[in-house]
């Protein structure tokens, strides 16, 4: 696991606006516009141009070992307290009254995504990262002004929050912004879907058929469980008819159920119900519980041990995929899952919060198998977690 953040101290004013991390070598190729690039020399502490470094044009130095300058000619970041957080080709932002160092876009990371808005109009039960009702339009303009240093060679790129769709136009600029700089970047959205209820909003993404996939929660095949699960009166008729109004106007739909307490009586009958009155969505993910965020407090009405529910789990899966809709099973171990369902199980949690149990050590599957979030702990492990052997 890496983070995404760690602190470093700076000389000169730093820009607070997102920068973009080359070697010297990739920073004089043009590829990027210099006024945002900040050049690093890693731990090098061989003699550099600074002054040339700043008559080029560049915005910043990063240097991960200290420095032992009192002034520079061009803003400098150093002494990074963690110095593998950052990397070339990554995008930052720094902020200078405390020293943070955030890592935006990695390079080579196995997910990226864009968090555009904390706002959202549901609190559900177990969600990893709780709403908070704050004013954050800032975060489109900066968005938009980084979009452009992210590497073009990305396949998928997410869009998270929060609720993105909240951000009404904004949302809509960033997509648009995105098709102009990654025009070859599949968008992966997560949304609630229940914005799209209304045509209007609909229509407002219509320039985005088949550049983005909307990634919508639905938890139940039935109104009151799927509104308690999302805390929210009527959520789930607006996200029914949201995802009918989504597929009427072409675009691609990615159907999200977590598994736990409130949702697994269901299950069986949810596949069902996808299968007889959904079939035209690209994708069905059913998910692991994270254990981070609302979910920690909420835990005794939620939790469930994944061995008492692989059996079942496995059976939706393929009653799924056999009849055509494309289907994974995500956050869920390999050791807990029966091997059928192994062909479905995804390496599924992102790196920068992927960790594995010291039962995984000897395992023949480990580099396969999505392990554990970081926030993984005793709570919230399986009695089946286990080594698998070769011979499994």
Known sequence: MLPLNTFAKSIGKMPTEPIKVLGLKEALSGDFPSDQVGVFIGNDKLSVDFEAL???????????????????????????RNSGVIAEGDVIRFKPSNGQVSVLYRRGANANSLFVT?????????????????????MVNEILGYVNLIDKDMSFLGITGGEPTLLENGLSDIILKCREHLPNTKLHI??????????????????????VIWAIPLYSDLRH????VVQAKDAYQETINGIYNLAESGHLIEIRFVL?????????????????????????????????????VNRDILWVDPADYAAELTDAAWYLENRGIITSIYNVPLCVLPKKAWPLAQKSISDWKNVYDPECDSCSVKDKCCGFFSSYGAAWKSRAIKSVGSDF
Not at 61 to 80: D, G, W
Not at 196 to 204: E, P, T
């Open 225 to 228: 469980t799927h509104d308690y």
């Open 260 to 296: 736990h307490k409130q949702t697994l009586d269901r299950l069986p009958m949810f596949a069902e119900f996808i299968y007889r009155n959904m079939p035209f969505v690209s994708h069905v993910a059913l998910m692991g519980l994270e254990p981070m965020g609302y979910a920690k």
């Open 190 to 211: 997560l949304t609630n879907g229940r914005t799209f209820s209304n045509l209007h909003n609909v229509k407002r993404f219509d320039h985005a058929v088949n550049q």
């Open 54 to 80: 700043e008559r080029a044009g560049f915005r910043a130095v990063i240097q991960s070992a200290e420095s032992n300058l009192n002034t520079s000619p061009i803003p400098m970041i150093h002494s990074i």
């Open 118 to 138: 904390e706002r959202c109009n549901s609190k559900c039960l177990m969600c990893s990262q709780p709403p908070r009702d704050d004013d954050d339009s800032w």
